[in-house]
């Protein structure tokens, strides 16, 4: 059984900060990519962010110059720091991963179950 569990979310005013945290836990050899995808009310589930094993980044264009992804692969958990939060930044954000629950197959995706973000003007 693998796990993703999601720590940091809460409620800020615009042009705040906050950081959110993602550790995944029991059967995992090894997680490929890792990341962050959000979802507001009404609205389809996007990648905000993804981050893969080597360190190469990728941002939604919403997202970039505000927010930071980084990794510890030693600790299997993934980082999002967001700063300057706007209105439209409010969703459940939801951590992924692509992982390897034992060696010499495909990596499978994984989500979280989701942590809320919000955001006051």
């Known amino acids: 059984q693998v796990q993703l569990v999601e720590s940091g979310g809460g409620s800020v005013q615009a042009g705040g900060s906050l950081r959110l945290s993602c550790e995944g836990s029991?059967?995992?050899?090894?997680?490929?990519?890792m990341g962050w995808y959000r979802q507001a009310p009404g609205k389809q589930r996007t990648m905000v962010a993804i981050?893969?094993?080597?360190?190469?980044?990728k941002y939604d264009d919403s997202v970039k110059d505000r927010f930071t992804i980084s990794r510890d692969i030693a600790k299997n958990t993934v980082y999002l720091q967001m700063n300057s939060l706007k209105p439209e930044d409010t969703a459940v954000y939801y951590c992924?991963?692509?992982?390897?629950?034992?060696?010499?197959?495909?990596?499978?995706?994984?989500y979280g179950r989701g942590t809320q973000v919000t955001v006051s003007s």
């Open positions: 992924y991963g692509a992982v390897r629950p034992i060696p010499s197959t495909l990596p499978g995706d994984y």
């Open positions: 029991g059967r995992i050899f090894s997680i490929e990519d």
């Open positions: 981050i893969s094993r080597s360190g190469s980044t």
